[in-house]
């Protein structure tokens, strides 16, 4: 088509579009044409605003690395990873689900450990916690046989794949529900951390006057034949970022009860002082059993990343 105005351009571009054999990527990029070229047309986009975001996309790209995913920090920022996980879980997000944001941090492929064990492995200092999690399906049976990935940050806020100082795979496990749909780990309790600000990411929370916290947090990843790849996170009660996560992240049923213990009865004999005890159930649903790609494949070397943290304002 030989365009006379602008009005022309949006039909032009669906024409092509629909020559698309597939379906479904016909459905989605015939919504994506014309919500996009609605946007343009609606806040009356400059040609100068147009190359700015360009840029903008293209730097989100050029800082995702091995052991760093830009694109995924930002479609959390923004609200659209939680959107697309409440959509796709809790029968299509009409109930209360237990799946969450995958995140930028996990990693396969970390050690298989038996069930009871720490994923602490090497001096990282922190309060112990125990952790026991029990999977069911969506009619309260327990799921057995199912693998359980587990990742957060150390007590000062890193993951291990940003901190060259940690032990590779360090406060990571694999696991294996038992006969009850059972797990159960010691770690130390995690801290609440700041996002990376150096990016995208950072300039779009400081044009909106927003901090860059999130709250404390355990990830699990839940997988079976037969059930569908479960991405979860296990909010800390007592974190004060629980209203305000910079990624959107925190439902009811993710909060979790980080019971602390100082009563001088320990869970194991070289535990002295205070520590936490976590029980947290999940459902999973019926569905795919797939892994999706990782976002991040290797560990961070050179200088330990500094933390900053943006005031809300």
Same mark, same amino acid.
């Given at each position: ?129 125990? /952790?026991?999690?029990? /999977? ?6 327990? /799921? ?45 309790? +995690? ?67 980080? /019971? ?34 990782? +976002? ?18």
């Amino acid at each position: 088509m030989i365009l006379k105005t602008q009005n022309d351009l949006t039909q032009a571009v669906l024409a092509e579009v629909d020559r698309t054999a597939d379906a479904r990527m016909k459905e989605v990029l015939s919504a994506a044409v014309t919500h996009l070229h609605a946007f343009v047309r609606d806040v009356k986009l400059t040609e100068a605003e147009f190359h700015q975001a360009c840029a903008f996309i293209a730097e989100l790209g050029r800082l995702t690395t091995p052991s760093h995913n830009e694109v995924v920090l930002i479609s959390g920022s923004l609200g659209i990873s939680s959107l697309v996980c409440l959509l796709n879980n809790g029968d299509q997000g009409q109930t209360e689900t237990t799946a969450n944001l995958m995140g930028p941090f996990w990693r396969d492929g970390s050690p298989v450990t038996p069930n009871g064990s720490s994923i602490v492995r090497a001096d990282t200092p922190g309060v112990p916690i125990f /952790v026991g999690a029990l /999977v069911v399906d969506s009619h309260g049976n327990p /799921v057995a046989d199912a693998r359980v990935d587990v990742w957060h940050t150390s007590s000062e806020g890193f993951y291990e794949n940003q901190d060259p100082g940690q032990e590779d795979m360090n406060l990571r496990g694999t696991f294996t529900t038992d006969f009850e749909g059972r797990i159960a780990f010691r770690s130390i309790k +995690p801290a609440g951390y700041p996002i990376p600000l150096s990016g995208p990411v950072g300039a779009l929370l400081r044009a909106q006057g927003r901090h860059n916290m999130r709250p404390a947090h355990i990830h699990f990843m839940i997988q079976k034949p037969g059930f569908k790849t479960q991405f979860s996170q296990v909010y800390s009660s007592d974190d004060p970022y629980l209203e305000t996560d910079v990624q959107f992240g925190v439902t009811q049923a993710l909060i979790g009860q980080y /019971v602390l213990h100082d009563d001088g009865t320990p869970p194991a004999p070289d535990i002295q002082g205070p520590w936490y005890s976590l029980e947290h159930r999940f459902v999973i649903e019926p569905g795919e059993s797939r892994l999706p790609r990782p +976002p991040i494949t290797g560990k961070a070397s050179g200088d330990r990343p500094k933390l900053a943290v943006l005031s809300r304002t």
